[in-house]
């Protein structure tokens, strides 16, 4: 049969407010009944508590909990104090560290009551008297006053109680005294048992002992709670009353923000501190809310309202508040401070514009890459995107909630790419910080690093850069310490790596770890069905005619989308209508000769259609990308025969 605690649970309440605190303790025992009249006890305990103290506002219950000895390690019990005895108190403070424990004491007049009836129920037999130190302590002195034989066994350990009790029979013992489960197995084997029973005085006792523990308790959890609230806002005004509206909390910046400097506020009624209005009566009013915004004397205040609760019982209130200018200059130097670095990727797959199948496919090779943690190179011509596809990986990883920290490796010459990427140590060089400063692998710790243009690095930090990928740690410029790091790479280029590795202008073996993941993606010319939609997100404010957004197909876009991005801008600007049409577009396209390189290019790529499709003008305009009026338009443009 499986074993379950049975719950026997009693209050009596001091006072019938509703805001005086219950303190709740457990009686922990082995079986029901260990404890005579433990209930019982206890009312009577709480009622001469109240005649003699009646100015006590506390209230209290007692749980009896039956749990069997062997239990005890897997039962958590919840309470402002436990009160048990013997065996059990030892095995209970071995698993509950965090609540405090009170030991029933087995008195002397304990003993004396049951080896007194012990010898009137079984005669003048020897007894085993087995139990913990702090049960039997000093009842082989009984013996002469009874005048019965007794033999004393400590027990430290439940899992010995067998072996105890054979010990006792071994010694000649005809009787144990113990508690229930060495009773029980001294049963089974035929031995007569007394158990030995908790008088009133030691239960009293136990009582007393576990109000005063619980009380000290309470008041600690109270200020625990109380701190732990205001820490949680600790860079903020904190203002907290108790139930009656009296401070308990006032800190400096609410003092500052308040322009209250007054030193003795503690306990004084928070209604004679503040000034009447809004922000008082939300102070003093039963509800919480978050974020209002209320005004106090020629100030503003975003004001956020909890209460204090311990033991699901209210407590106090409390307010936190900023001055709203102070919140704004604070929000705009953080967000200049972490935007002006990079450490926030801003782009997700989202905001990806597209209809091609292509770049459909390359969208959902990405997000697969971004489940790994591998190191990805994105190889693409300029203005295809990659650092959007980067930060797009970085935001779909599991790397989102950490830093994202960009770095254009063209764009610095190489000794300052090199302190910008390791950071350096103080007195590294002159004019370096005071106390040094951190590299980009230091801030993107947790995080990801994107490396643009990787193409363009010299080889001594191509060296260095191996070493970071290859021991996972850095050392700065000018410092002999060790700093390990945990972060990706996305590197990009736009360059052909492998040709430069075959060159010797770029390492194999670093072109091997960062490209662990190619990401290659396509030139515009290759999704022209991207071109519309973009036309369009570059455009919002402005319409569009499909006229213009089939012209805007046919040109070749070599600076791809942020070169047609550019033009989109260009037309807003120059355009004065509410709606572009493919005059305007011709108009502003720049003025290229028929001899154009571009413009050979794209001749030539219609015939190798046609050839590849043997003429078939439909096959080679949807190879193209083009309508068949644009491909018809070409072909009388260029003066292409078909056959």
Request: aromatic share 6%; charged share 30%.
């Amino acid at each position: 049969m499986d074993w379950k605690p049975v719950l026997l649970k009693f209050k009596l309440r001091v006072t019938e407010s509703g805001e005086i605190p219950l303190i709740n303790i457990k009686l922990v025992v082995p079986r029901k009944g260990y404890i005579k009249d433990a209930m019982e006890r206890f009312e009577e305990f709480i009622l001469q508590e109240a005649r003699d103290a009646p100015e006590e506002n506390i209230g209290f219950q007692l749980e009896e909990v039956v749990i069997p000895t062997d239990k005890i390690h897997k039962v958590k019990v919840d309470a402002d104090v436990i009160i048990s005895r013997g065996l059990v108190t030892k095995l209970l403070k071995e698993h509950n560290e965090s609540i405090p424990i009170v030991d029933i004491p087995v008195q002397g007049i304990d003993l004396i009551r049951s080896l007194v009836e012990c010898k009137e129920r079984f005669g003048r037999k020897k007894v085993a008297v087995i139990g913990a130190a702090n049960m039997i302590y000093g009842v082989e002195n009984l013996e002469s006053i009874i005048d019965l034989p007794i033999q004393k066994y400590i027990l430290n350990d439940i899992t010995v109680s067998d072996r105890t009790v054979d010990q006792a029979v071994s010694d000649g013992c005809e009787i144990v005294m113990s508690g229930l489960n060495t009773n029980k197995y001294a049963e089974r084997i035929g031995m007569q048992t007394m158990l030995i029973e908790t008088g009133k005085e030691s239960f009293r006792q136990a009582l007393v002992e576990a109000k005063r523990l619980a009380i000290v308790s309470r008041i600690e959890q109270e200020k625990a709670k109380r701190y732990q609230t205001i820490l949680d806002h600790a860079y903020e005004g904190v203002i907290a009353v108790d139930l009656k509206k009296r401070v308990s909390v006032f800190n400096s910046s609410a003092q500052k923000i308040l322009s209250i400097y007054d030193k003795n506020l503690i306990g004084v009624p928070v209604i004679g501190i503040l000034n009447k209005g809004k922000f008082l009566d939300l102070l003093i009013s039963r509800n919480d809310f978050q974020e209002e915004i209320v005004s106090y004397g020629t100030i503003q205040l975003s004001v956020k309202k909890a209460g204090i609760f311990l033991k699901g019982k209210k407590t106090g209130d409390m307010v936190a508040f900023q001055d709203v200018t102070g919140i704004q200059e604070m929000e705009g130097k953080i967000r200049k401070k972490i935007y002006s670095r990079g450490h926030v990727a801003k782009y997700s797959f989202n905001d990806i514009v597209f209809k091609s199948e292509l770049i459909g496919q390359t969208i959902e090779t990405a997000k697969l890459y971004s489940k790994a943690d591998s190191n990805i190179l994105i190889v693409g011509e300029t203005g295809t995107g990659k650092e959007m596809f980067a930060q797009s990986i970085h935001n779909n990883s599991n790397r989102r909630n950490n830093p994202f920290v960009a770095i254009n490796c063209a764009a610095l010459p190489e000794s300052l790419l090199e302190s910008e990427l390791f950071g350096y140590a103080e007195g590294a060089f002159t004019g370096a910080m005071k106390g040094g400063k951190q590299g980009f692998f230091e801030l993107a710790h947790r995080g990801t690093l994107f490396l643009d243009e990787i193409g363009e690095i010299s080889p001594n930090l191509q060296s260095r850069l191996l070493r970071v990928l290859q021991e996972r740690e850095i050392m700065r410029i000018g410092d002999d310490k060790i700093i390990p790091v945990d972060v990706r790479i996305i590197a990009a280029t736009n360059k052909n790596l492998m040709d430069m590795v075959k060159n010797n202008e770029f390492r194999a073996d670093l072109f091997y770890r960062l490209s662990v993941l190619d990401l290659q993606l396509p030139p515009l010319r290759e999704h022209r069905k991207d071109i519309p939609v973009l036309a369009e997100a570059f455009m919002k404010k402005i319409q569009i005619t499909d006229e213009a957004k089939e012209r805007l197909k046919e040109e070749e876009w070599e600076g791809n989308v942020r070169q047609l991005q550019n033009f989109c801008e260009r037309l807003m600007v120059l355009c004065k209508d509410q709606e572009i049409n493919v005059l305007d577009v011709e108009k502003h396209l720049p003025k290229r000769a028929e001899t154009d390189r571009t413009y050979v290019s794209e001749k030539e790529r219609i015939l190798k259609a046609l050839e590849k499709h043997h003429f078939h003008k439909g096959k080679a305009a949807s190879e193209l990308g083009m309508s068949r009026t644009t491909f018809w338009r070409k072909l009388k443009k260029w003066n292409i025969e078909t056959f």
